[in-house]
């Protein structure tokens, strides 16, 4: 039997490594407790090396926080997920499917530097206009193109990159924001996939929350003042 599992993760507002594992399981109905540890906090300087093999969020726990299991990396939290969980279709079900839906999931895990640094997740933020540069259009052009193929080729059975609901969306979900908090248009298909991935209950959820906190960090406000 599955040891109850945790998920420690950082703040909803700003920590998109964290809401990945968290809306792909969430999304696949995978159960699991969280642990949010907000960064620069004292909860984070006193426990974070205990529950943290890395030092970074997220990481997943079987068993009690930092005394069960640990695995740590978006990437490789999916996958174990996948492994306790086979049935909850993380992954397409179909091999091909499965092989492409772990490429993109895997490209956004590893690229998209431009974009993640010159528009940095904020759920609560809207700053229009701001952060666009050319490699961050490249970027941009990138991921829908991404989203547009995965759409045409395995996506008609449903409203997302491979028709049902996997972890290759919750990958794209902070990127959907993204676009929403520096007013990035999108048309056609894309988005519409946007749209979908944004109006996800699981997607809703982490945002809804995120939205409610308060901290302000520097780093990840480039376009705020505090005093605004
Ligand atoms: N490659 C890692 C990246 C994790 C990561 O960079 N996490 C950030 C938060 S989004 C973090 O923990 N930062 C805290 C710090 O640098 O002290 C993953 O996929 O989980």
Redesign the pocket.
């Known amino acids: 039997m599955t040891a109850a599992l945790t998920l420690v993760v ?1 703040n909803k507002n ?5 809401m ?1 594992p968290w809306v792909a399981l969430r999304g696949c109905g995978v159960p699991f407790a969280e642990r949010v540890v907000k ?1 620069e906090s004292e909860d984070w300087k006193a426990n ?1 090396a205990t529950l ?1 093999p ?5 990481v997943l726990w079987e068993g009690a926080p930092g005394s069960g299991f640990a695995t ?4 490789a ?1 999916v996958e174990r997920a996948n492994e306790l969980f086979p049935d909850k279709g993380l992954w397409p079900a179909d091999p091909q499917a499965r092989a492409r839906a772990r490429s993109v999931a895997a490209e956004m ?1 590893s690229g998209f530097r431009a974009l993640r640094g010159a528009m940095p997740m904020n759920l609560r933020g809207r700053h229009p206009g701001k952060g666009m540069n050319p490699e961050v259009a490249r970027d941009i052009a990138r991921i829908t193109r991404i989203w547009t193929d995965a759409r045409a080729q395995y996506g008609p059975g449903g409203a997302y990159l491979f028709g049902a609901f996997s972890a290759a969306d919750a990958f794209y979900a902070p990127v959907a924001t993204r676009f929403m908090t520096y007013g990035v248009e999108l048309d056609g298909e894309a988005r519409a996939y946007q749209q979908a991935l944004l109006g996800n209950v699981a997607v809703k959820e982490w945002t809804a929350e995120g939205i409610r906190e308060k901290e302000f960090y520097k780093e990840d406000e480039p376009y705020t003042s505090p005093a605004a």
């Open positions: 950082g700003y920590s998109s490594w964290s990945r960064f974070i943290s890395s030092g970074l969020v997220p740590w990396d978006t990437l939290i895990h």
